[in-house]
C-alpha cells in the first residue's frame, strides 16, 4: 500500500459551460452544396439535361435547360461554420429565412398520338388532311360526302343514308308537298323557309340535321376504294349550327360501329334483304314493341335496312340497330337466293397441231395497269444487264 502523502492531489475538474439550445435549422451543415449529375450517357457527355441537376463541382449559378430559351438559378454556396452561443443571437432567430430561388421546371413533352386515332380507311385519311389545312367544300366519294367549313365538318350525305326530308316527313312534322314546295329554293334557303313559316322549330331542325350528318358520315368515313374528289364549290342544302371537329366526328361514327358489332358481329343484315321469321324471341331486346311490330311487319324479305329506314322515316343507323338486335333475338332474317348450278361448259373443238411449230408472235399488253407496267420495267431492266 502506499503512504497518503505520496498520492498527488486530485483537482476537481471545471464544471462545463452549458450548450445553447439552437435551432435545428440555424445549424450549418458541414458539407457545401453539391449538385447531382446522371450518370455518364444517360443523356451524353455535353448534352443539355432537362432540369437543374446537381454537380460535384463548384456551382457555378447556370443551370442548362432545354428549350428556346436558357433559364440561369444563381445559388450561394454554403460553407460550414462553427456554432457557438454568442453568434445566435435574437435578431438570427427572429429573422425569416432567404427565400430560395425558383426552380425552372423543363419544358413539357409534346403528347404522344393514340394508335387508335389514326385513319383506318382513305376517305379518313383525306378528310383529316384537308381539316387540318382548314379547307372549304366536300370532299366526294363512290359511297357518300363530307362537307366541310374551315375544317369543321358541317353536313354528309350518302345515298343510302336518310336525309332531313325523310326524318321530318316520316316523323310527321311535315307533309310531303310541304317539303317538295321548299325544294326550288336551293341550297341555303330551305332550312330558313321551314323555320321562318314556322312548320318545324329550330331545335327539332337541329336534331335531323345532326342525325342526317351522322348517317350520311357513317357510310362516307367507311370508303377505302375509289376516286375521291374534292370540290371547294360545293355547297350543302343544310348546314349544323353547331359543326363538328373531324376527330369528334369519328369518334361518333367509332361508337356506333361498336355498338352494332356489340348486338351483332356481322354486316351481312346491313345490306341484305330481310325477312320476318315469324318465330319466338330467344332472348329480350331493347327495342320498343311497337317499333319492333312495324319493323317486322315491313321486312317482307325484298326491302333492306336502308329501304326500311325510309319507308318509316326513321334513321338509317336506329334501323341497323334494331335489326341487328331482332336478327340475335332469332325474329329476322336474311333469306339466301338458291344457288343456280353453272352450266356445263361447252364442248370445245381442238385445233389441229400445226406442222411446223412457229415461235409466237409479240403479244400485246395494257401499259395502265400498274402490275403489268411494273414487269415491263422488270424485263427492260434485266435485258440492260
Request: net charge neutral.
Amino acid at each position: 500500500m502506499w503512504s497518503a502523502d505520496t498520492l498527488a492531489p486530485t483537482t476537481p475538474a471545471p464544471p462545463l459551460p452549458p450548450v445553447p439550445s439552437v435551432p435545428p435549422l440555424l445549424v450549418a451543415s458541414p458539407v457545401s452544396v453539391h449538385r447531382l449529375v446522371p450518370a455518364a450517357g444517360q443523356f451524353g457527355a455535353a448534352a443539355a439535361v432537362p432540369g437543374p441537376y446537381l454537380t460535384n463541382g463548384p456551382v457555378t449559378g447556370e443551370s442548362v435547360l432545354p428549350g428556346p430559351a436558357t433559364t440561369s438559378v444563381t445559388t450561394t454556396p454554403v460553407t460550414a461554420a462553427p456554432v457557438t452561443a454568442e453568434s445566435v443571437t435574437a435578431e438570427s432567430v427572429s429573422a425569416p429565412p432567404a427565400p430560395r430561388p425558383r426552380r425552372a421546371h423543363a419544358a413539357p413533352l409534346p403528347r404522344r398520338r393514340r394508335s387508335s386515332c389514326a385513319p383506318a380507311t382513305t376517305f379518313e385519311a383525306a378528310l383529316t388532311d384537308l381539316a387540318a389545312d382548314g379547307s372549304t367544300g366536300a370532299l366526294h366519294g363512290p359511297g357518300g360526302a363530307v362537307h366541310l367549313a374551315g375544317g369543321l365538318v358541317v353536313h354528309a350525305e350518302a345515298p343510302g343514308a336518310a336525309t332531313v326530308g325523310h326524318l321530318l316527313t316520316g316523323a310527321g312534322r311535315i307533309t310531303v308537298r310541304q317539303w317538295e314546295d321548299g325544294l326550288p329554293l336551293g341550297a341555303g334557303r330551305l332550312a330558313e323557309h321551314l323555320l321562318g313559316s314556322g312548320l318545324v322549330g329550330a331545335g327539332e331542325l337541329e336534331l335531323a340535321r345532326l342525325a342526317a350528318t351522322l348517317d350520311g358520315a357513317q357510310e362516307a368515313l367507311a370508303q377505302h376504294d375509289g376516286e375521291l374528289r374534292f370540290d371547294p364549290a360545293a355547297v350543302p342544302a343544310f348546314r349544323l349550327a353547331r359543326p363538328l371537329s373531324v376527330l369528334e366526328l369519328r369518334g361518333a361514327i367509332g361508337r356506333r360501329r361498336s355498338l352494332l358489332d356489340g348486338c351483332w358481329p356481322s354486316a351481312d343484315l346491313d345490306r341484305a334483304p330481310l325477312l320476318a321469321t315469324g318465330a319466338a324471341p330467344t332472348r329480350r331486346t331493347a327495342v320498343p314493341r311497337r317499333r319492333r311490330q312495324a319493323l317486322l311487319a315491313a321486312a317482307d324479305g325484298t326491302r333492306t335496312a336502308p329501304e326500311l329506314a325510309r319507308l318509316l322515316g326513321r334513321s338509317t343507323y336506329g334501323t341497323l340497330l334494331d335489326v341487328r338486335q331482332l336478327a340475335a333475338a332469332g325474329l329476322l332474317t336474311a333469306p339466301r337466293p338458291a344457288a343456280v348450278p353453272d352450266p356445263p361448259p361447252a364442248a370445245v373443238p381442238q385445233a389441229a397441231p400445226p406442222d411446223v411449230l412457229l415461235p409466237p408472235g409479240p403479244r400485246s399488253y395494257d401499259s395502265s395497269d400498274p402490275e403489268v407496267g411494273l414487269l415491263l420495267r422488270l424485263r427492260a431492266a434485266l435485258e440492260a444487264l
